[in-house]
């Protein structure tokens, strides 16, 4: 079985929001976001399937649920851009 590994970037306002938050939510984040990274360059797991993530139509972007956070990414062919960073209370206003 053959695919393609994904390179991350990573936004500075991802950066800047992911500053607002707690330490233990950075560390929290900043794990799961490894964790997906892990998922889909080594198990090969494609990012538009994974299980916590969703397109979201209007705004054009994916987002990863990361329990009451989401984080918002653009998906071009091999290349997870991660855009910013919300509280789901927050994330769709």
Do not use: C
């Not at 939510?25 to 964790?35: F, P, Y």
């Not at 705004?59 to 990414?73: A, K, N, Q, S, T």
């Amino acid at each position: 079985m053959t695919y393609s590994e994904y390179y991350f970037e990573v936004k500075q306002k991802f950066i800047d929001r992911l500053e607002d938050f707690p330490p233990e939510i950075q560390e929290r984040i900043k794990g799961k976001l490894a964790e997906f990274r892990m998922q889909v360059n080594t198990y090969g797991i494609d990012p538009r399937q994974h299980n916590n993530t969703k397109y979201i139509a209007n705004e054009r972007v994916w987002r990863l649920r990361i329990g009451d956070y989401r984080v918002f990414f653009d998906l071009f062919d091999n290349t997870i851009s991660i855009l910013t960073v919300e509280h789901r209370k927050k994330a769709y206003k």
